[in-house]
């Protein structure tokens, strides 16, 4: 069995208590003056520069304003991160910690990564803030590397070739995740997608996006690895 296991962030392993909010909130106010209507915006299932680009195109700026600053953006973003981190308390999702050592249990060419709107920083901190341990994942495809998700997969299924050898491809292809756009983001690679409703879309909504499997918790451990697996 050859398996490559992307796991979403924020509303599939771990929730932050929209420590990720304020810190884009503070970034946009010390970089650009404004964020835009940030208060009716949704992140869920977005990429970070996807949220800012689409919050200051809204305020009225142009592209021409906003990606030469991003550099600057991200490096607030970072730092107001850090700073919330210590304030908030991180905590893994039902059953993540027990589903993630049962991925890494079956070896082999099981692959466990990340597929994430986060930049990787950004990612980074808030995984290591649960205490979920950021050096297991193997692979990732952030935020950072494209704006569009959909082109995240094909990111992930390089650097899991770069690091294995191996081509995973299809249903070997696993993205979890608590958002439509973590279902749709491999459709057009045939990719096997696992909902969850930890997240803001309650299992109705995901299940109107047709994954391929669907939970409202990963907390029955060994039912999410016969989806991974079978
Ligand atoms: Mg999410």
Redesign the pocket.
Known sequence: MRRLVLF?????LLSADGAGKRAVNDALVEVFGTTGPIERYSF??RTDPQIARELLTAAGLAAGEIDPRLPALWDSYIANLRWEMERTEVTPLPGIPELLRRVEEAAGETVLGLLTGNIEEGARIKVDAAGLGWERFRVGAFGSDHADRPELPAVALRRARDLTGMDFAGKEVVIL???PF?IQCGAHLGVRTIAVAT?RHPVEELAAHDPDHLFSDFSDVEAVWAAIAN
């Open positions: 979403d962030i924020d509303g599939t869920a299932g995740g608590d958002t973590d997240g």
